[in-house]
């Protein structure tokens, strides 16, 4: 039973434009959310968060998006940059941050120059 | 600052044989998690160690054991290899009452011939 989900393997966009990452989620459990970008040969490093009592939280060019009636999430970056090129994962967590996590499948992003 | 350091970093082992992994957590962190993620899927949860106890496990065999030293390193041990466990097996560390999720180490990567 996979409890997040990431319905697209792989995402290529220009550089300059909007990339957008979704996530889908079947828990109502889950009270906090984060995203990792990973590269090849590295572990996953966190990127951004939001608890289940904001629906958007932004960190420069990263913003992430929280619907929790439709229990679905998503990332944006603007603008995307070739460096942003990497495997992102989703992650649920059921209580707070440092509680276990359940990842999604990853997203490969192509930034493309 | 150093991060989260995992050793070995790459390891071939037969079925059926035993094989231990290791890492130091991040100066200041306090807790550490395993994970193992499979070719082409998201890290999942094996165990956390806190205070040098267990204290949530994922949906993994008892072959899959683990320890955490007073000094807060951790070991994994994995007995009676199968094929399957082949993977890339991340340790975080956090800290159990931060709210800043986890680090991640750039993982050792198992494979059973």
């Known amino acids: 039973d996979q409890q997040v989900k990431q319905n697209s393997p792989s995402l290529s966009v220009q550089e300059g434009r909007i990339s957008i990452l979704n996530c889908d989620y079947t828990n109502s459990m889950f009270d906090y959310f984060l995203w990792y970008k990973k590269y090849p040969a590295e572990g996953p490093t966190f990127l951004i968060s939001i608890s289940s009592i904001k629906d958007k939280n932004e960190d420069g060019r990263f913003t992430v998006f929280l619907n929790k009636s439709a229990k679905h999430l998503s990332l944006h970056i603007v603008p995307s940059q070739p460096g942003d090129s990497a495997v992102y994962f989703c992650?649920?967590?059921?209580?707070?941050?440092?509680?276990?996590?359940?990842f999604g499948t990853g997203t490969l992003l192509a930034v493309q120059p | 600052d150093a991060g989260v350091t995992q050793s070995p970093t790459h390891l071939i082992k037969t079925r059926g044989q035993q094989v231990t992994l290791r890492c130091s957590p991040k100066s200041g962190h306090d807790t550490v998690s395993w994970y193992q993620q499979a070719l082409g899927q998201g890290p999942q949860f094996i165990f956390q160690y806190y205070e040098e106890e267990e204290r949530q496990r994922g949906n993994f065999p008892d072959r899959f054991s683990g320890h955490q030293f007073p000094n807060y390193s951790s070991e994994l041990n994995v007995n009676a290899l199968l094929l399957g466990d082949s993977a890339l097996y991340l340790c975080?560390?956090?800290?159990?009452?931060?709210?800043?999720?986890?680090?991640f180490g750039s993982g050792t990567r198992l494979t059973v011939v």
């Open positions: 992650a649920a967590s059921g209580g707070g941050a440092t509680n276990k996590l359940i």
């Open positions: 975080a560390s956090s800290l159990v009452q931060g709210g800043n999720g986890y680090t």
